[in-house]
């Protein structure tokens, strides 16, 4: 049986007893599908939200309207913001949050297709990663859901400065 990054997830959560809870936007879901996937990640999944148009991430996440403006959707400031609204919604320890152009449509000069960013946001601080990815629309968000993932990891492994 292969070891998936989301069983050496639930490994470390449970064993930190901490709890994680999502905000996507170009994954659509599949972090917490695969958060989901393992058996007892309720112990320290409360929930996610998927957060597609600026609406949504305003409504249910906080984002502000001028942050969307000034930087857009696929931005470090809109992730950040997502992810402290994703951990204020529940209460939980860590918010990890993803928004990106997963294509084939939508990229820009300035934001090609691919671009991704990731926010992660605790109690001892927050963090931005950018990825570029440059596959098809479904292996961006595969990608994406994988980096979010590993970005969690990190983080629990005190990977990030």
């Known amino acids: 049986m292969k070891i998936t990054l989301e069983d050496i997830l ?52 906080g984002v502000s309207w ?18 402290h609204g994703v951990r204020k919604i529940f209460n939980a320890d860590i918010g990890i949050s993803v928004s990106g152009i997963a294509g084939p449509l939508g990229g820009l000069p300035e934001k090609p297709v691919g671009t991704t960013w990731f926010g992660l946001a605790t109690d ?9 990815w440059d596959g098809d629309r479904v292996q961006n968000k595969q990608r994406s859901a994988e980096a979010a993932l590993q970005f969690v990891l990190d983080y629990l492994e005190g990977k990030l400065a």
């Open 124 to 132: 001892k601080g927050e963090w931005t990663r950018l990825f570029v």
């Open 66 to 83: 001028d942050t969307l403006n000034l930087h857009g959707a696929v931005s470090a400031e809109t992730v950040l913001e997502m992810a």
């Open 10 to 61: 639930h490994q470390a959560m449970c064993a930190r007893r901490l709890t994680l809870a999502a905000a996507e936007s170009c994954t659509g879901g599949q972090v917490s599908d695969r958060i989901t996937n393992v058996s007892g990640s309720s112990d320290y999944f409360p929930g996610g939200v998927v957060a597609y148009a600026y609406a949504a991430k305003v409504n249910l996440l």
